[in-house]
C-alpha cells in the first residue's frame, strides 16, 4: 500500500568506499529543515550512541541527538543470510528499500492515532547490486517491554490486548510481534514499535492469528523460571481482552 505525504522530502547524496556509493534520505521537511548522511554512523556520535544490549540481534543505539533523543537502528539480516552479510540487501529500487517503506509506515500509523514512536529520518547506501538501510525513530521515554513486565508480574495482559486489536482493525500486520516490541510506560499507555516489513491489510483472521500466535510464542520463549501454564493463562487474559475489543469494532 503506497501512502502519499505531501510533508515528504529526499535528500540523495555520496558516499561509501571511494565515493562509490549513493543513497538518499528520506524526511518530514516541516520537521527538519537538513539532513547528514553522519547521522545514521553511530561512530559520528561519538559518546553520545549507546548500543542497545536489550532484546533484538544487535544493530542498535540510543542517540542523544540535538532534535531529541532517539533509536538509530541499522537493517540487518538474519537467518542462513546472515552468513552472506549482516546488513547487506539486495536492491531492487529505491520503492523497495526497507528503511523507506517502515518510515512511511510509521507516519500512516501516526496519522490514524495509533500509539507508534516518531520517525525522524530513514536512509539508504548502495554500492552495486546492494544496499544497507538505517533508520531514526524518536526514543520512548520510561518504557518497559511486555516480557519484562510478565517477568516482574506487572503485565497489563488486559490492556495489551487491546492494544493489539486497535492496531489489527486499523489493518497493521505486524510480521514480528513479540513481547518486547510492546511496551507499556508507569501511566499504563501502551506502545507497539519496531515495523519493519509490516503492511497494512484488510482485516482478516488468517493474519491477525499468525500475529498473536507469534506472540505468544515470544512470551513462552521469554518466560524464564515462570510455568509455561502460567504464561498460557496470562495470554489467555490477553486474548479474551483482544476479542472483546475486536468485536467492538472501530
Known sequence: MAFFDVAESLTPFRAG????GHGAILFD???????DPRWFDPAAWGE??????E???????????GYGPCVLRRYLRGGWAMHLSRDRHLWRGAHRVRS??????LRELLRRGLPVPTPIAASYLREGLGYRASILVGRLAGVQALAD?????SAPWEDAGRLVARFHREG??????NARNVLFDDTGKGWIIDFDRCVMRIPATDWRSRNLARLERSL???RGARPEDAVRDDFARLRAAYDQRWAKGN
Open 55 to 65: 532484546g533484538g540481534r544487535g544493530g542498535a543505539w540510543y542517540v542523544d541527538a
Open 220 to 222: 513462552l520463549k521469554l
Open 29 to 35: 521537511a516541516t520537521q527538519l529543515r537538513q539532513v
Open 149 to 153: 513486565l510478565a517477568a516482574a508480574g
Open 100 to 105: 523507506f517503506a517502515e518510515y512511511r509506515l
Open 172 to 177: 497493521l500486520d505486524h510480521v514480528d510481534l
Open 17 to 20: 568506499r571511494g565515493d562509490r
Open 48 to 53: 553520545r550512541a549507546t548500543p542497545v544490549t
